[in-house]
């Protein structure tokens, strides 16, 4: 292993056996501050020579910096409302999530994202590929943002959305709670497990269709109390 920091041990990107250049790793570890984030990154790269690793690492950098403006734009205004808590609760796991990408391979709680959202779901321009559980609920997401959101997590094999909350903060919400299942998850190729709360008066039309369309499916759960 190579020293990457006072905490951190690394290997070697390539097997040509000399070390790595110290930009390169500070570059990694900029990228994935957390020990084993980082030791699992140059794990999963360590057939790469320095050019090729500095040419993704580059991606990586345009990745999570496109993350990042999406999150700040999505929590501009004021703070220290709930909402404005909620934002920042949503962006921390967001980004903890992107940066837990190199670790999901060896482990599932990596590939595991939840979030609770009562403010109108971000637009993102970020996949996470790597993602294979995702819980998104809360009164944010509807009809109008789902799909945009979801199309950023391909690779979902479990996956729960939806909001069953009767309480004042529907009352007090303009957003409308889901009444159709987003395209986005018929794009799901490897789902097997499904669970759609709603609340809504009444369900889309092409619902129980779009349903149907999920052939690969293997645990479904439909909460509506409409």
């Known amino acids: ?3 990457v920091s006072a905490t951190l041990s690394g290997y070697y990107a390539s097997g040509r056996g000399t070390g790595l250049r110290p930009s390169l790793l500070v570059r990694i570890t900029e990228l994935y501050p957390g020990p084993r984030q980082a030791e699992a990154f140059l794990n999963q790269h360590r057939g ?19 993350l990042n403006a999406a999150l700040e734009q999505w929590q501009a205004g004021p703070s220290g409302s709930e909402a404005a808590q909620g934002r920042v609760q949503v ?14 391979e060896q482990n599932p709680q990596a590939a595991r994202l939840s979030l609770v959202c009562d403010e109108p779901l971000l637009t ?10 995702l819980s998104v609920a809360g009164n944010g997401i509807t009809d109008g943002n789902a799909n945009a959101f ?4 391909p690779e979902v094999t479990h996956l729960t959305i939806g909001n069953m ?12 709670p889901l009444t159709s299942l987003p395209s986005a998850v018929g794009q799901m190729s490897r789902l097997v497990s499904l669970r759609f709360s709603t609340h809504a ?16 499916l293997e645990t479904l759960h439909i909460d509506y109390a409409g």
């Open 165 to 176: 909350a009767r309480g004042i903060d529907y009352l007090t919400s303009r957003a409308r």
């Open 91 to 104: 962006a921390h796991a967001l980004r903890e999530a992107w940066r837990n990408a190199p670790l999901a």
């Open 124 to 133: 993102l321009t970020t996949s996470f590929i790597h993602v294979r559980e």
């Open 201 to 216: 008066p009444a369900l889309a039309a092409d619902f129980s269709a779009s349903l149907g369309a999920l052939t690969a």
């Open 1 to 3: 292993p190579v020293r």
């Open 48 to 66: 790469l020579s320095d050019r090729q690793l500095y040419s993704l690492l580059q991606e990586r950098r345009r990745d999570w910096e496109g």
């Open 150 to 153: 979801l199309a950023h997590f």
